[in-house]
């Protein structure tokens, strides 16, 4: 026993952090081998299934700008498109990060905050759950963390390699989502403020001069930006309650995957939070009155709060909000920055074990529930009934977007519509779902019907007898299904002339 006490002793940070990286790219990566989808991710397959121009053209009557479905052409064109390769895409940016802590922030401020940097990277709740969906939001927090990496390493020299990262690293921000660009404007300015009070002008140059660059490359999207402004203005994106929104922003980090519909459960997770950002307060106020060099950790706080507060800005101005718990991972590198940044400077062993151990608990118990429900033998029940039996030929109708989308997707081959009663406005969007998808807000579309239709919806709201009625067709079979990816239910209606 003691023998074993001495070379666990004996072991360096530097071997632990090694240890951490590859345990936590391993962590991340255990609920990304399944074939299910959800509405955004659906989305993000069908999209992908189309041509760089229309990208382009579709992409901008999205709500989010379109790198990342570039990205994701490419590895469809690589791959044949399959589910699997999408999400191992996603993880890649992740494991990155998790990297990042050992080649970047450990050489740049020491190793104890590169080490809980990585384990933050693996194990924070949601890291996992963002890690392998079939979005944008990895490469997201990617591209911002190493902008802010790089404009930390530019205040301190003028290093043309560190101003390509930047540059990059910022252009990708503003293109992969709208949270990236708030992040990389504010980062831009922020560095040009320091630089001019510097007096450095080799660097107020380079910053002006890719300033340039990055708007000039961004010119050819205002048009679709303003279209997606005005998407958002007519009630496109989230909604606000109270207290549950407040609550997800303050938690978002922490509940991770496992949330319920109603705010309270959210209490457990948004109670530690609050306990941790109390800690961080405290241990801020102790350290700046010890005259400690707190620089790079305020920036990124005044950064994370900066763009929390232009949203709310930007919802008070439109009367919707785009106020969302989702879209702040992508600023989640400045949190797990900050919060690394103040434990690397806490000699108390037992508190920072204490804090880095509630998180692995929260971490591990969610990839677990994750990883439980991403792998239920349910998922697959309904599409595998309908392979089972859709012919060629059949028209496939749904009006649940959520578990329709799923099979639209799947079913590219046969003519879809999307019986969109309210009128949300998606038709030119969501073109994305190919070329036999039609958007219909009338009944009309039925006379365009094959002599088999089946009419998708969820078992709480099934509506094909009211759509179909007095068309001449006969229900001949009715079959639901309960999914735990994403708590998808689907009704599935055969109807036939």
């Given amino acids: 026993m003691e023998k074993i006490k001495e070379k666990i002793k004996s072991i360096t940070l530097k071997q632990w952090h090694i240890a951490v990286i590859v345990i936590g790219i391993i962590f991340v990566s255990l609920g990304a081998f399944h074939s299910n989808l959800w509405f955004d991710e659906s989305y993000s397959v069908g999209l992908a299934r189309h041509t760089f121009g229309e ?6 009557h999205d709500v989010h700008p379109i790198l990342y479905y570039w990205m994701l052409r490419i590895v469809y064109l690589m791959t044949g498109g399959t589910i699997m390769a999408y999400r191992i895409f996603s993880v890649i940016p992740i494991a990155i990060m998790i990297i990042l802590g050992y080649t970047h922030i450990r050489k740049d401020f020491g190793e104890k905050t590169g080490f809980i940097f990585s384990f933050l990277s693996a194990f924070l709740p ?7 969906e079939i979005r944008m939001y990895s ?19 003028d290093n043309t390699k560190n101003w390509i990262i930047f540059g990059l690293s910022s252009l990708a921000s503003i293109y992969l989502h709208y949270y990236g660009l708030m992040a990389a404007g504010l980062i831009n300015v922020f560095l040009l403020i320091y630089l001019i009070v510097k007096r450095r002008k080799k660097g107020i140059i380079f910053i002006i001069s890719f300033g340039i660059l990055q708007g000039l490359a961004y010119l050819p999207w205002l048009v ?4 997606q402004l005005s998407n958002v203005s007519s009630g496109y994106w989230i909604g ?7 609550m997800e922003l303050l938690s978002s980090q922490l509940a991770g995957y496992v949330k319920t519909s109603d705010y309270t459960g959210l209490l457990v997770p948004t109670v530690l939070a609050l306990e941790l950002y109390a800690y ?4 801020t106020y102790k350290y700046a009155k010890a005259k400690e060099d707190l620089n790079s950790f305020k920036w990124s706080v005044i950064v994370y709060f900066a763009v929390i507060l232009a949203a709310i800005i930007i919802t008070a101005l439109m009367k919707t909000s785009i106020l969302y718990y989702r879209y702040l991972f992508v600023i989640t590198g400045l949190y797990i920055f900050a919060v690394s940044f ?10 920072i074990v204490a804090i880095l151990s509630v998180i692995a608990i929260l971490g591990v118990y969610n990839n677990i529930v994750m990883m439980k429900d991403n792998y239920d033998y349910s998922n697959q029940e309904p599409i595998k009934y309908l392979n089972e039996n859709v012919k060629e030929g059949d028209t496939i109708v749904y ?7 799923v099979v639209a997707v799947q079913f590219a081959d046969n003519q879809v519509y999307f019986y969109n009663a309210d009128n949300w406005g998606v038709e030119e969007a969501y073109k994305a779902f190919g070329p036999n998808y039609e958007v219909k807000v009338t009944k009309d579309f039925i006379d365009n019907c094959s002599n088999r239709v089946w009419f998708v919806d969820n078992i709480y709201n099934s509506v094909a007898d009211e759509i179909f009625e007095g068309k001449g067709y006969n229900k001949v079979s009715e079959k639901d299904f309960s999914t735990k990816y994403h708590d998808y239910s689907y009704k599935i209606v055969l109807l036939e002339k």
């Avoid at 949601?126 to 392998?132: D, G, H, L, R, V």
């Avoid at 490469?139 to 020299?157: C, D, F």
């Avoid at 961080?280 to 241990?283: A, F, G, V």
């Fill in 55 to 60: 990208i382009w053209s579709i992409g901008g």
């Fill in 126 to 132: 949601e890291m996992a759950q963002y890690a392998i």
């Fill in 399 to 405: 009006a649940d977007f959520g578990g329709g989308s």
């Fill in 342 to 351: 103040i434990l690397g400077k806490e000699e108390n062993k037992i508190e």
């Fill in 139 to 157: 490469w997201a927090i990617l591209a911002v963390t190493i902008l802010a990496l790089y404009a930390y390493r530019l205040t301190k020299e």
């Fill in 224 to 227: 679709n930006f303003a279209t």
């Fill in 280 to 283: 961080m307060i405290y241990k």
């Fill in 240 to 246: 606000f309650s109270f207290p549950k929104t407040p």
